[in-house]
């Protein structure tokens, strides 16, 4: 009986020892996308996924885990096994903004997670409709000095990229402006282009479109340099908003304490679909980072006090 149950053990320590000998990739991986089908997160995540099986030889599958701020999907993705199978596009929302804005949450973003990858960075314009009386940022900065709290922006909801772009122009210009949260930015461009509100924060591939179909005016862009799209439109630090940066980006991560070889597989596979897109990419109007999994850490550790802060002074940091 006993020497049955020891062959047992080693049948299947052999068998696992087999299994993790095996070259990576051996088999399907999945790419977890926490937004739903069709957002900018998903087609970015599928142009990368599909090159990403051409070069690892394996199928590259996208499943989608939309909900809560992608919290739900953070929250599955770190209950994974770290073996390279499972991996997730993710978000300076996701890793920096949450953190910064919850106190508690189900994971947290430096120790439940291997960084892979800062994909692409996504510049945000602050666009007035052509009707407005703002002909540049400077006219709508000295108007929210005198009159506070007047003039209004919309956005995709409390703690998005778009509401926080807003709360770093308020602080940094020293002003008061009212923050209208949405559900999703959609209506909010509705109620921008319907004259509700005064302004409102736009990626760029958008502030292209909407700007040559004559709907808006663009007052000045995020980045901490200009677009090679938008050229023409001034950044936040030329006007006078010294060290302006509302950038967020998308990147990629997978559950924490990965091998480093999987991790250096999966990092070359991304920036070589990258690379590979860069041309469509850029046309959609973002910007190729391609980073490494350090720079990724790295961004994270610097955003989420940076946002805390911000958060608080804007009365929205939330105590659960």
Known sequence: MHARIALCAVMASTAWAAHASEAYPSGPIKLIVPYAAGASTDALARVVGKEMSETLKQPVVVENKAGSGGVLAADFVKRQKP???TFMLTTDGILSVNPAMYQTLAYDPLKDFSPLSVAVAVPLVLAVTLDSPFKTAEDLIAY????PGKLSYGSA?????QHMAGALLADLADVKITHVPYRGGAPAMVDLLGGHIDMMFVQTASAKELTEKGKLRLLGIGSPKRS?????VRTFDEIGLKGYDSD??????MPAQADPAVVKTLNAAIVKALQQHRAS???QGYTIVASSPEAMQKSVELNIPKWRELAKKAGVYQQQ
């Not at 909801?157 to 990229?161: A, E, I, L």
């Not at 090679?228 to 023409?232: A, G, T």
């Not at 967020?248 to 991560?253: A, I, K, L, P, V």
Request: charged letters at 25%; aromatic letters at 20%; glycine letters at 16%.
């Open 83 to 85: 073996d390279g199978y």
């Open 144 to 147: 929210a000095r005198d009159y």
């Open 157 to 161: 909801g409390v703690g998005s990229s």
């Open 228 to 232: 090679d799209i938008l050229p023409e």
């Open 248 to 253: 967020t980006w998308y990147g990629f991560n």
């Open 281 to 283: 990419l850029e046309a």
